[in-house]
């Protein structure tokens, strides 16, 4: 992928605030915009020989759903900075490459606007606020518009967004929240709950009927005790680099959740991922789908939904060629034997941590 192209684009077609939100970190200096795509990198990939791979199989069945491409769209708020229709942009263009969006709570289009214009079954992200009530109202409306599964999100207490209150990111800008029209982004510090227990998955699944993803977990204690509390799986996130100062990268947390929960559990990862490269070691660590979320806002805004559906398949491409090359056929075949530690592109680099351990 030309990711330089496609977000110099996205830089044209974009706003300056939206640009800023879109791209936007907790490091307080930005030095650490890339380190966990760096961090993915440094992995070295080795291939192996005298295996058949003349049928090279991209799909996978996650929540019980099979998808062409082991790659979905991770909940990212505000989609209209990118794309006029916003969140329904997104969906259609996944749903062209085989794939789909988890559609966020502070999404720009309204929940059943969104149902009744995008095409194909969607996933329904989750912010808890300190007032269930508001969020048991809210998820009554997404499993009447069609919600096929949740996500909690667990990692972000509270924002702390510096970059978008520089700009003058409130509630009149045009990423104000379509679902909760009243509430601006200071009232989502106030309202977001700085308290969730394990009982809130339990919760979740009682009011709603539908199976509950965790989102957020980048410890494996904590993985451990959420699918303890009934979760269907989790996805180990830093929340894109935007909640902590700091905060490893995805890269270093997710083959320890893997071997905290076994071969069985449904594990996800998100942050830093751009190539079909990147996706291979995701998935060599122990993800069985990865999450993509700033690219498919810049993919958006270069290219609408269009866009979307050919970055999907160039990168799904990309893995395909990575698969063939690397001497493995099927997803569920490709584990931690592919990956050498510090022998990746990015461990020619100095400041990049290592990996697995």
């Not at 330089?4 to 974009?14: D, E, S, V, Y």
């Not at 989502?188 to 394990?198: D, F, G, K, M, V």
């Not at 990015?346 to 990996?355: D, E, M």
Request: glycine content about 12%; some cysteine; aromatic content about 8%.
């Amino acid at each position: 992928m030309d990711w330089t192209a496609i977000h110099a684009q996205a830089t044209a077609n974009m706003t300056e605030a939206g640009l800023q939100y879109e791209d936007g970190n907790a490091d307080i200096d930005g030095g650490q915009r890339d380190i966990d795509t760096l961090a993915w990198r440094r992995l070295g990939i080795l291939p192996r020989a005298f295996h058949n791979v003349g049928d090279i199989d991209t799909a996978v069945t996650i929540g019980g759903r099979t998808i062409s491409t082991p790659i979905f769209g991770a909940p990212t708020a505000y989609h209209r900075l990118a794309s006029k229709n916003g969140e329904i942009t997104s969906q259609n263009g996944m749903d062209r490459a085989g794939t789909f969006i988890v559609y966020p709570t502070n999404a720009s289009e309204p929940v059943e606007h969104f149902a009744a214009e995008a095409q194909g079954d969607w996933w329904q992200q989750v912010y808890l606020f300190d007032n269930r009530k508001v969020s048991e109202a809210f998820i009554e409306r997404s499993v009447a518009s069609g919600a096929k599964t949740l996500m909690l999100t667990l990692d972000c207490p509270g924002y702390r967004r510096d970059f978008g209150f520089r700009n003058g990111i409130d509630g009149t800008w045009e990423g104000a929240s379509g679902n909760f029209p009243n509430m601006h982004m200071t009232d989502w510090t106030l309202n977001l709950a700085t308290s969730i227990t394990p009982k809130d998955i339990q919760w979740l699944k009682e009011i709603s009927g539908l199976p509950v993803y965790v989102k957020g977990v980048m410890r494996p204690e904590d993985a451990v005790t959420a699918m303890n509390a009934g979760a269907a799986g989790v996805m180990v996130s830093n929340h894109g680099r935007r909640q902590v100062d700091g905060v490893v990268p995805v890269a270093y947390a997710l083959p320890r959740i893997r071997r905290a929960l076994g071969r069985d559990a449904e594990i996800f990862a998100d942050t830093g991922i751009r190539t079909g490269g990147d996706v291979f070691r995701a998935l060599a660590l122990g993800a069985n789908a990865v999450g993509l979320g700033r690219p498919i806002q810049w993919a958006a805004a270069a290219g609408g939904e269009n866009g979307i559906t050919k970055m999907i398949e160039r990168i799904t491409d990309e893995l395909a060629h990575t698969m063939n090359s690397a001497g493995v056929s099927r997803i569920a075949d490709i584990d931690e034997s592919f990956l050498v530690e510090g022998q990746g592109p990015s461990a020619f680099l100095s400041g990049v941590p290592g990996i697995v351990a």
